[in-house]
């Protein structure tokens, strides 16, 4: 059941949203070669805390998961692509980290994930990391009233085969803002002008994850998913509004307050 927000709903939506773009820059300027996983994990938990928030993935189980997940955020490296817990594992340079993580402010739930080089990425990692930048963003110019949840996944998928990567297909975006996962389900994938169509109040979490050779994916024992070929991977994500004037990222660096 599709469950739309109404402008009360959508005003506590935007302080979650600042709080979690203020949490990630902050988590993305301490990501360097040598540190440990573990350590941004803490940080989160205590930058949220101070923002008088809640962790939204810690205590979650994920659809399809089989246990609760004890951790802030995700970490996950290289051909890890989601739902990879934060270890003592040390960064190094080449690493392409996955940063994905919800926060819970007064019940109201935003999800974002970033991806961050370790040191100055080169050749494929590169391109795939700014192909996946990118195709979020033009998947965000398709969230506006009218339009279908088709025509994001065929935005995604096009963007993405036009540079020669490959789109997750057994991983999704979908609703969010009363829970961590609502519908409907975002396909990475799709037809213009098929699946749910978009109306004002429908907050998505748009969510391309992108591979240099794999279209899908293999869960582990610990719940993580990891590319089926074991090629490097990407993952970037915004909570958007679904507006009369078009889409509002909830998540946006731009409205990001809270300092370290």
């Known amino acids: 059941m599709i469950r739309l927000k109404k402008e009360n709903d959508l005003r506590v939506l935007r302080t979650s949203g600042r709080i979690l773009a203020s949490v990630l820059q902050k988590l993305e300027e301490e990501t360097k070669e040598g540190?440990?996983?573990?350590?941004?994990?803490?940080?989160?938990?205590?930058?949220?805390?101070?923002?008088?928030?809640?962790?939204?993935?810690?205590?979650y189980k994920p659809e399809g998961g089989t246990k609760l997940y004890p951790a802030a955020i995700c970490t996950s490296v290289n051909e890890q692509i989601v739902h990879c817990l934060p270890s003592e594992y040390v960064l190094r340079k080449g690493d392409v980290l996955?940063?994905?993580?919800?926060?819970?402010?007064?019940?109201?739930?935003?999800?974002?994930?970033?991806?961050?080089?370790?040191?100055?990425?080169?050749?494929?990692?590169?391109?795939?990391?700014?192909?996946?930048?990118?195709?979020?963003?033009?998947?965000?110019?398709?969230?506006?009233?009218?339009?279908?949840?088709?025509?994001?996944?065929?935005?995604?998928?096009?963007?993405?085969?036009?540079?020669?990567?490959?789109?997750?297909?057994?991983?999704?975006?979908?609703?969010?803002?009363?829970?961590?996962?609502?519908?409907?389900?975002?396909?990475?994938?799709?037809?213009?002008?098929?699946g749910v169509k978009l109306v004002p109040g429908l907050v998505l979490a748009i969510e391309p994850m992108v591979s240099v050779s794999s279209s899908r994916v293999m869960q582990k024992s610990d719940d993580s998913y990891v590319t089926e070929d074991g090629s490097l991977s990407a993952h970037f994500e915004h909570t958007i509004a679904i507006t009369e004037s078009g889409p509002e990222v909830l998540t946006s660096r731009e409205s990001a307050f809270v300092s370290g």
């Open 35 to 59: 540190i440990e996983l573990i350590y941004l994990d803490k940080l989160a938990r205590r930058l949220i805390k101070k923002a008088g928030a809640k962790p939204a993935f810690l205590g």
């Open 98 to 194: 996955k940063i994905d993580f919800g926060v819970d402010y007064q019940g109201y739930i935003t999800d974002s994930a970033v991806t961050v080089g370790i040191g100055e990425l080169t050749g494929k990692a590169k391109e795939l990391v700014d192909i996946t930048k990118e195709t979020l963003e033009k998947a965000i110019e398709e969230c506006r009233p009218g339009k279908h949840t088709g025509d994001i996944g065929w935005m995604i998928e096009k963007t993405v085969k036009g540079a020669g990567f490959h789109v997750i297909k057994n991983l999704t975006g979908h609703g969010v803002g009363f829970e961590l996962h609502e519908d409907p389900t975002v396909y990475n994938y799709g037809n213009r002008g098929e």
